[in-house]
């Protein structure tokens, strides 16, 4: 896989600017051995502090290079399936958890139940393909690596060098 | 017997797909593992996926009602079951698949195996199109699309995304074609802080309806507008089309004999406007449109749906209105919720009167009256009230329960039928069904997987 286009600077500046938009600590910048981190590993105990906010994020070497935060509500919504760009996007959704109802919730305004129904009614009616839902985060996080055109949500502590931050989606 | 052994094979399929979904629910629920910590290569890449995605849904339904001389049914949609209570007015599975071709176009093949109002429970193709995308905001799709005539027509067998065991017979009975075979447009858009989605449609479609009924629409021509924002949307449509609607079944063979009367064997007709009579009722050059504007507030607290339609038809069909007013209120995975509905006649299917080429004592009334018991087994008039829970008791999974009180409108037969079903003197017909009251009890499962 080639990672010509991570610029240290770009993955600090993309994850400064995402620090600032939802009020974050910074990540420390993922050491060469280990691909993937975590900020705060603590965060990841029964009874967190605070909510960890949301990152929509996307293989930094894919189609995908900017995201608005109304593209992601109707991509989200079902409303759409491609950027404004006409890039083609394929959604991955994390398993039920915290998580995903966050970012419907916060994206979205809606609820796990509404969110179901209004997936339900738009994929058999044959508006929209589902999201590809993922196992676990981390089977989430490898087919965001490997697959060009897909965009899904972490986390907003996971930080990892084959992913861009798209967008933080906060409380 | 025949339906039970019909039903029984449906019920197997269920199972089958009942133990798929069991399967794919224990992949991991909470998935929280921390990324990293495990071996990455253990997942496949998606890229690597063939670009197919298989989806499905179903509900398991029951419908008791609540009176041993009449049966509920789905006017259209189901076969008025003999048993109490009867699973095939709701009971339904489907399967769909999304098939991606490239990077504009797809296939979509979705198959649903239902009662049908011939009691078959053989799969139909529910949708079999492809689509093309034009543009990130244009999509053309050509092939077997769901009917979209009114605000929920496209999803009327997806229960899990609606509140109630089935939407509200009143309302989509009234037009109750289930497939358009044709080509239609989705262009979305924004307008004045909605999104908006202008969807024109052109077709044609068939459907077979108890008792021995074939209806066919061609030409059909129509758009919708649906705009949403926030937890509004708003839904309106029009649309016409040609049609023919054909009668065979005994009550029809009936009524014609006796509309053909002759005087005298081989003589003049008894009944002067007989056959204009029978060419209102039946045959192949209907024209009709019909318009429906619709809401929904859904909050994730508070939902309020509310529909309203109109049908007009030159012949064949009555001119009615349809309405329905839903109100319900989530209390984490519960949903209690109350409906009320109404469908009403505006003009009956023919209003011409028999007129006797010669007098002969009771023979108009008589005929009149046959006529009419004929119009009334046409006329879906009722008004329902319903009281229903919606429990949201596991992921992708919905039970449902409803109780609601009927009452059906005079000169009407309402979403119900009679047990017995005697033409010898109609007059007990209508005896039995005009303005009668029934109530019903439904419980059913949805799932989507």
């Not at chain 2, 007989?274 to 619709?294: K, M, P, Q, Y």
């Not at chain 2, 209690?336 to 003009?347: L, T």
Request: neutral net charge; glycine residues 8%.
């Amino acid at each position: 896989m080639s990672r010509s286009r991570l610029s240290p600077f770009r993955a600090v500046l993309t994850l400064a600017l995402a620090a600032l938009f939802a009020g974050a600590t910074v990540p420390a910048i993922a050491p060469a051995a280990a691909e993937t981190t975590r900020a705060n590993p603590a965060a990841k105990s029964d009874t967190p502090a605070t909510t960890p906010d949301v990152q929509l994020v996307a293989s930094i070497d894919g189609a995908v290079r900017t995201l608005t935060r109304e593209e992601a509500k109707q991509l989200f919504l079902g409303h759409r399936n491609r950027l404004n760009d006409g890039t083609p996007v394929t959604l991955i959704d994390l398993p039920s958890g915290q998580t995903r109802n966050q970012l419907y919730q916060q994206l979205t305004g809606k609820n796990p139940i509404q969110v179901r129904a209004n997936w339900s009614r738009l994929v058999f009616s044959g508006r929209v393909r589902p999201p590809r839902e993922a196992g676990s985060e981390s089977e989430a996080l490898e087919w965001l690596a490997s697959t060009p055109n897909a965009i899904g949500y972490l986390p907003a502590d996971v930080s990892d060098k084959r992913l861009k931050v798209l967008l933080v989606v906060g409380g | 017997m025949m339906n039970r052994a019909r039903f029984g094979a449906f019920l197997a399929g269920w199972t089958l797909a009942a133990a798929c979904g069991a399967l794919h629910a224990q992949t991991p629920e909470g998935g929280e593992t921390v990324a990293g910590e495990e071996a990455p290569a253990t997942s496949p890449p998606l890229i690597d996926a063939p670009n197919v995605q298989f989806s499905g849904f179903g509900t398991l339904g029951a419908v008791y009602t609540d009176d041993s001389k009449v049966r509920f049914i789905r006017p259209s949609t189901n076969h008025p079951g003999k048993e109490n209570p009867d699973f095939g007015a709701d009971s339904l599975l489907g399967a769909q698949a999304n098939i991606t071709l490239g990077p504009h176009s797809a296939l979509v093949l979705q198959a649903v195996s239902r009662e049908d109002a011939l009691g078959s429970y053989k799969p139909r193709a529910s949708l079999a199109f492809l689509s093309w995308a034009f543009t990130p905001n244009v999509t053309v799709r050509a092939g077997r699309v769901r009917t979209p005539f009114f605000m929920l027509s496209e999803t009327i067998d997806i229960n899990y995304s609606n509140p109630w065991i089935r939407p509200p017979t009143e309302v989509y009975s009234m037009f109750p074609f289930k497939e358009l075979d044709g080509v239609d447009l989705l262009v979305s858009g924004s307008l004045g802080g909605f999104d908006v989605e202008f969807h024109p449609y052109f077709g044609s479609s068939n459907l077979s309806i108890y008792q021995s009924g074939r209806g066919k629409l061609r030409n059909v021509r129509g758009a919708n507008i649906s705009a949403t924002r926030g937890h509004l949307t708003m839904f309106f449509g029009h649309g016409e089309a040609d049609f023919s609607l054909k009668w065979k079944g005994e009550d029809f063979r009936l009524l014609a004999s006796n509309l053909r009367r002759t005087l005298f064997p081989g003589g003049p007709p008894l009944v002067v406007n007989g056959e204009d009579i029978l060419r209102d009722l039946s045959g192949n050059d209907g024209e009709g449109d019909f318009s429906v504007a619709g809401v929904q507030w859904d909050d994730g607290k508070w939902l309020f749906i509310g529909e309203y339609n109109k049908l007009r038809a030159n012949r064949y069909a009555h001119h009615a209105h349809a309405w329905e007013l839903t109100a319900g209120r989530r209390f984490g995975d519960f949903m209690p919720y109350v409906m009320v509905a109404g469908h009403s006649e505006d003009r009956p299917i023919t209003s011409q009167r028999v007129q006797l080429a010669v007098p002969v004592p009771g023979a108009a009334e008589q005929l009149n009256a046959g006529l009419d018991s004929f119009l009334a087994s046409r006329n879906l008039s009722q008004k329902s009230a319903t009281l229903g829970l919606r429990w949201d008791f596991f992921r992708n999974t919905a039970l449902k329960l409803e109780f609601t009180h009927a009452r059906i409108s005079n000169r009407s037969w309402g979403s119900f039928y009679p047990k017995e079903l005697s033409f010898d003197d109609t007059s007990k017909l209508d005896k039995l069904m005009w303005k009668r009251s029934v109530n019903t009890i439904g419980v059913s499962v949805d799932v989507t997987f």
